[in-house]
């Protein structure tokens, strides 16, 4: 009876994983609408979602908690708490950086250097990866997740791609400074997003094997 | 139940082998002691036989006796001792075997040493002359004799506890082991004990009843998913957690899925934002329906709660796929856009004309020239309906259309007769090149369609352009190709040209008079017919249009 009410609390902190990341990919979809179609509404939603998203995040901190406190969980189970524990905080992080890439674009209205510079691409890939990254803790899909962890370079490689361009257009002329600036700074925001994403795969594979690709499998094997 | 029959076999050999032990011991002792006092007794005789003869010398002379022998007066006073020095010992008087003995001739007592570990058996008889002689011997007390037999009683203990056990777990299986055996499948068949037959026979009739229940329950469930199955709809059954309990093909399909996992949770299967809601709400108790996107296709969800006697037992969601709905009801919104609009032109310049000759605004010899306008549009007004009709005949396929042998070549020289004059008026010559064909259609419909491609190749056409119309019959199709040598339409707008008032140019469709009809009938007219329509197109060189009938 204890063990099955464990269980069905388990199930809801997946659910509500699922949910928080769905949020996630919503925000950052609207955000990057906001931005390539200038759209005052999905900018809008983007708050919304980040809002929704901080509530979330206290929701699932706090189920864990009791799930902590109450069930003293171990082995596997303790590691699917504690890294949901660390992968709400980077959900978190993206939704915040969806918000913020959502509140500069209300003062970019200038649609045709917009377009020149990559940062489209970059949202694409964004929005890919983190979908993805959703996706492989949704099936703890180990592969979808290493391939998650791999596509951040692509998105790496497109940041340094955007800080040329934009080098380039400042180096043109010096009024488009601060619109520079501002798309710099989103640049940079859907890089951190990647990397937000990168972590949630790997908290996914430290879920499934007990250890990071990145430090070995020596925690794992033990 | 072995465990238990070995417990109580085990428990009761323990108790009764010490049982047997204690009362075997207590019996033996007891018989052991009688026969000391036997002993005792009779070397009491002997001994005051003895000393009746011999008085002390007999006693004197005895060598070491076995047994200690005392002998003492009348008043008590020690007179022989084999084992100590009379004169050191005090009065015997009041011991109780002695002074038994002086009131009933002989006496009998025991006495425990202190350590409890050695026993006196006192023996007294009294002589003739009143003397007493008294034999005693030691012996070992039961306490004593006990711990002195521990050892080999542990042996013996040991061996009958082990093999106590061994036979208790024999008997315990052997018990058992007729009960494990049943074939709980075919329980009737057992021979066990008498006492367990009708619980066999219960279970019997049971495990028949479990068989035919499993049965229907399976045809049940095999009649559903069949039914689900064969449904073009998605169909999910969730229980009140929102675990998937069913599924059918349908809803894989619209979701995306290839094989789900067992017992999966839906968030797990789609994660957006209106499925959520609509699952929420259907496991909220409240009844949803939403349109959703998933990979491109457009989804209708019904999601409905499933109440068992007030409380929520699960949700049920239907999905639809509504792609070609959505995407047919954009075409029609799109469609009265355009006839709205279409028709207003026209009618706004009527509107307008009138008004100005209404007003007075127009001389008696402008008159004419204001109402031909007015008669003009007009005009344009009742071909497009007339179009329109025409096209929604066509789409409603109507049976009523009689087909007959239709001449073609006649056809084409007729449409050509009558476009002649319009052609003649942009300079453009046309060209035709026919062999006799009879085609099984709808004349007014084929009609309509040479005319209509044969008029925008002149219409669209340039100052001295050229039209080629011709009519080839081959083995198995008819092949009706006009060409011109005109404006031609863009590669991007190839693709529209026969959708409902489309025109690859809309600055030029004021000069040019048309409804952007045509070839839409003309599309419709060949799907009729189930011929083809093939659109080759160059800009600013030329059009040409196949269209190519099978022969039934």
């Given at each position: 009876m204890v063990r099955s009410r464990f269980d069905s609390q388990l199930e809801q902190l997946d659910i509500e994983m699922i949910k928080m990341g769905a949020l996630c990919e919503e925000a950052i979809n609207a955000a990057m609408k906001a931005f390539s179609e200038n759209d005052d509404v999905a900018a809008q939603i983007a708050s919304e979602k980040e809002n929704e998203i901080d509530r979330k995040e206290r929701e699932i901190e706090g189920l864990c908690m009791r799930l902590l406190l109450q069930q003293q969980p171990v082995a596997r189970d303790l590691r699917l708490i504690s890294s949901a524990l660390k992968m709400i905080s980077d959900m978190e992080r993206i939704g915040d950086q969806a918000a913020d890439i959502a509140e500069i674009t209300a003062f970019l209205k200038d649609n045709d250097t917009k377009s020149k510079v990559h940062i489209r691409d970059m949202g694409i890939a964004a929005i890919k990866m983190v979908t993805e990254s959703v996706d492989s803790f949704v099936n703890k899909d180990m592969k979808l997740a290493k391939s998650v962890m791999e596509y951040d370079d692509v998105l790496d490689n497109l940041f340094v791609e955007v800080k040329q361009e934009l080098i380039d257009l400042i180096g043109k002329d010096k009024a488009n400074g601060e619109f520079c600036i501002d798309l710099i700074m989103i640049a940079k925001y859907l890089e951190r997003i990647g990397d937000h994403a990168t972590n949630i795969a790997e908290w996914v594979e430290y879920s499934i094997t007990g250890g990071h690709a990145k430090m070995g499998m020596e925690e794992g094997n033990k | 139940m072995t465990k238990r029959i070995f417990w109580a076999i085990f428990g009761v050999a323990m108790v009764m082998m010490l049982a047997v032990v204690g009362l075997v011991f207590g019996m033996m002792y007891a018989f052991f002691s009688a026969e000391q006092r036997e002993d005792l007794r009779s070397q009491a005789f002997y001994v005051a036989a003895g000393i009746e003869d011999d008085q002390m010398n007999y006693l004197e002379q005895m060598q070491s006796p076995l047994n200690r022998i005392t002998w003492v007066d009348e008043n008590g006073v020690?007179?022989?001792?084999s084992k100590a020095n009379p004169e050191k010992m005090d009065n015997h008087r009041e011991r109780v075997e002695i002074a038994a003995a002086f009131e009933n001739k002989e006496g009998f007592s025991q006495r425990y040493s202190n350590t409890l570990s050695e026993k006196t058996v006192y023996y007294a008889l009294r002589l003739e002359d009143g003397t007493v002689v008294r034999v005693s011997d030691l012996t070992i007390s039961p306490i004593a004799l006990f711990f002195t037999m521990t050892q080999p009683l542990a042996f013996i203990l040991a061996f009958a506890i082990l093999f106590s056990v061994f036979l208790a777990l024999q008997t315990a299986k052997k018990i058992t082991k007729p009960i494990n055996d049943i074939d709980l499948e075919q329980p009737e068949l057992a021979v066990v004990y008498d006492e367990l037959t009708p619980l066999l026979r219960r279970i019997a009739v049971q495990n028949k009843q479990i068989y035919w229940q499993m049965r229907e329950l399976k045809c049940q469930k095999q009649e559903f998913d069949t039914i689900t199955s064969n449904m073009q709809e998605g169909l999910l059954v969730l229980d009140a957690q929102g675990d998937v309990l069913s599924y059918n093909t349908g809803a894989l399909q619209l979701m995306g899925i290839e094989t789900p996992r067992e017992k999966a949770n839906v968030f797990q299967l789609n994660r957006s934002e209106g499925f959520r809601r609509s699952v929420d709400s259907a496991l909220a108790g409240i009844h949803r329906e939403e349109t959703i996107q998933i990979d491109g296709k457009i989804c209708k969800i019904f999601a409905n709660p499933v109440m068992q006697e007030d409380t929520l037992a699960g949700a049920i969601l239907l999905l639809f796929d509504v792609t070609e709905q959505e995407e047919r009801e954009k075409l029609r919104r799109e469609f009265t856009a355009n006839v709205s609009h279409e028709l207003k032109t026209p009618l706004t310049s009527i509107s307008g004309f009138a008004e100005i000759m209404k007003n007075g605004m127009v001389q008696g010899e402008d008159v004419p020239r204001f109402a031909g306008k007015i008669y003009d549009e007009a005009q344009r007004l009742i071909q497009m309906i007339q179009n329109i009709i025409k096209l929604s005949k066509l789409d409603e396929k109507q049976r009523n259309m009689e087909r007959e042998a239709v001449d073609l070549e006649l056809l084409i020289q007729d449409t050509v007769k009558r476009l002649e004059p319009i052609a003649e008026k942009k300079g453009v010559t046309i060209s035709v090149a026919t062999q006799t064909a009879v085609f099984i259609g709808v004349k007014q419909v084929l009609q309509e369609m040479i005319y209509n491609l044969s008029d925008n190749a002149i219409r669209y056409n340039y100052e001295n352009g050229k039209v080629n119309i011709s009519l080839e019959n081959k083995e198995k199709e008819i092949v009706i190709t006009v060409s011109d040598t005109g404006m031609g339409i863009a590669p991007a707008n190839q693709a529209r040209v026969f959708e409902r008032f489309y025109r690859a140019n809309e600055s030029r469709s004021k000069e040019t008079e048309?409804?952007?009809?045509g070839l839409s009938i003309v599309k419709h007219g060949a799907m009729l017919h189930n011929g083809k329509i093939n659109l080759v197109s160059e800009l600013s060189k030329g059009t040409k249009i196949t269209l190519t009938f099978p022969k039934q």
């Open positions: - | 020690v007179l022989f001792d048309g409804t952007g009809l």
